[in-house]
């Protein structure tokens, strides 16, 4: 497996394979609720797939390192930090993910005195409307409002749990595991000052609010 970030005609081959990564959708339905029948769910558009990865850039050729020649850590992060204006072609080889998506965070930082750099970086799919489409979604915004029947949300209490590190644990995983998606290891972090979410360590307890 490969994967790939290009831009125009610059490219980078991630030199280190993360240990996993994970694509997410969500669709864009609504629930509203109609007087005499109740709560009904409107099927609405997908939503836009979203792809985080963690790995590290090595800065000597270690065994696991996936090929020779590779860039120097710092070129690497100054190279995705010029592309984050505009979108980016990510393909992973062996798997169906070639599109366009545009870099919504990108985080690094040095751990040890290796010089190796550790990253986090989350791009999500980029859509481009075309013309037609636009034209669509003016008429529609001019077009007579339909009163929809308000619709009360109840509260609901927030729960906490508390969590400890085991071995192989990433923060990805906890968030996916707990909460059911992956992403929310960020709010994870956050709870708990961590400022690296991908540095957690084994017997560390964590206060996850779900």
Partial sequence: MEIWLKQGKEKLRLPVLPASF???????????????????????KRGLKTIPLSSMFPSKEYGFVQYKGFPKPY???????????????????????????????????EQDATGDVYYTIELKEYRKPSREEV???SVKKTATKINKPVT??????V????????????????????????????????????????????????VIKV
């Avoid at 007087?35 to 609405?44: K, Q, R, W, Y």
């Avoid at 009360?152 to 209490?157: A, I, V, Y």
């Fill in 22 to 44: 994970e694509s997410s959708i969500a669709q864009q339905n609504t629930t509203v609720n109609v007087t005499g029948f109740g709560e009904v769910n409107l099927i609405g």
């Fill in 75 to 109: 070129e690497c992060v100054n190279l995705i930090e010029s592309w984050m204006d505009n979108p980016v072609q990510i393909t992973i080889t062996e798997t169906d993910i070639n599109m366009k998506a545009t870099i919504e965070s990108f985080n690094h930082s």
């Fill in 135 to 137: 034209t669509v979604m």
């Fill in 159 to 206: 729960k906490s749990t508390t969590y400890t590190v085991k071995t192989n644990d990433t923060l990805w995983d906890i968030s996916k595991k707990l909460t059911g998606n992956g992403s929310n290891c960020y709010a994870i972090a956050n709870q708990n000052n961590i400022a690296k979410p991908y540095a957690v360590r084994v017997g560390q307890k964590l």
């Fill in 152 to 157: 009360k949300r109840s509260s609901k209490p």
